[in-house]
């Protein structure tokens, strides 16, 4: 059986964007602007990676209430809708940003995503890699035993990884990874709260992409490490999905059967012309990318 390419886990969500002069750290601030738009770790990741070419399931949860135009939008664009579990009641996932335009907190309704049991018929061996992003971790954790030695199981929590496992189910999915992904925020939580620093992944076998945002990435693997940096496609418009396109990029490159430098610097060059303007509108000059990629490790 030939298998398929990539299976993508994570949250399809309503972003209602604040922009603020500056962060808060306690009373109250100005809000210059509101938006909505759509989102999500996996919503983010679709919206660009269905302009690249490459193919992906997606899996997630929602609420038909809240989110029927951007369950439209996805069909419109080519993304399968046939994974997404989909709630008739329930609000959400919706996510509240407050953005100062380089930094963001996001509050987070789950919605349907709580009680959603995606391992239920999920069938592993048929995908090459199975990406598991923002989401249920008792679930995840599921689906990498699942997976592992069948598919390549990338464990990628974002944010969710400071309240949403503690450090018995972080051990038991790093027990299935065979690639972690997180920045540098991320790393120091991974070590200082739940105790597992990088050498620890290192000799656990586990091979870790830690993105640095404008500073780049950088790829460890055992004794092989190295990085890339950042790409500049002109002033940002806002840097949400940013990482999010940092990986349909990374993905892109690895569809293909690039090295692993030569995908993230794909994923360098995907972002930094995603955030260009809106994510929903992101209209890729593929040829140019393979150029820039290219031109960015050499």
């Given amino acids: 059986m030939e298998k398929r390419f990539l299976a993508y886990f994570g949250h399809v969500n309503i972003d209602i964007t604040l922009k603020v002069g500056s962060l808060p750290t306690s009373g109250s601030v100005k809000v210059d602007s509101v938006t909505e738009n759509f989102g999500g770790t996996a919503g983010n990741f679709a919206l660009v990676s269905s302009r690249l070419g490459f193919p992906f399931d997606l899996y997630a949860a929602v609420s038909r209430r809240t989110h029927e135009s951007y369950l439209k939008k996805l069909e419109e664009m080519g993304v399968r809708t046939d994974h997404i579990f989909i709630e008739n009641d329930l609000a959400g996932p919706m996510c509240y940003l407050v953005s100062d335009g380089s930094d963001q907190i996001a509050y987070v309704v789950q919605g349907p995503m709580e009680s959603w049991k995606p391992s239920v018929g999920f069938r592993a061996e048929e995908y090459e890699y199975v990406h598991l992003s923002t989401g249920p971790a008792g679930e995840y954790i599921r689906i990498a035993e699942r997976a592992h030695g069948k598919s390549k199981v990338i464990f990628d929590p974002s944010q969710e990884l400071s309240y949403n496992y503690d450090r018995n189910s972080v051990k038991e999915m790093l027990a299935y990874t065979d690639l972690f992904i997180g920045n540098s925020h991320e790393m120091k939580v991974l070590r200082d709260q739940f105790g597992v620093a990088l050498q620890d992944l290192m000799q656990m076998g586990v091979q870790v992409i830690v993105t640095h945002g404008k500073e780049g990435s950088t790829f460890y693997s055992g004794g092989d490490e190295f990085s890339v940096?950042?790409?500049?496609?002109?002033?940002?418009?806002?840097?949400?999905?940013?990482?999010?396109?940092?990986?349909?990029?990374?993905?892109?490159?690895?569809?293909?059967?690039?090295?692993?430098?030569?995908s993230l610097a794909m994923g360098s060059v995907v972002a930094a012309h995603a955030i260009t303007g809106r994510i929903v509108d992101f209209t890729p000059d593929i040829p140019l990318f393979l150029r820039e990629s290219y031109a960015l490790v050499r």
């Avoid at 500049?232 to 999010?244: F, K, L, M, S, V």
């Fill in 229 to 262: 940096s950042s790409f500049n496609a002109g002033a940002p418009r806002d840097t949400t999905g940013a990482g999010d396109s940092f990986r349909a990029g990374l993905y892109m490159g690895l569809s293909r059967n690039m090295q692993m430098k030569d």
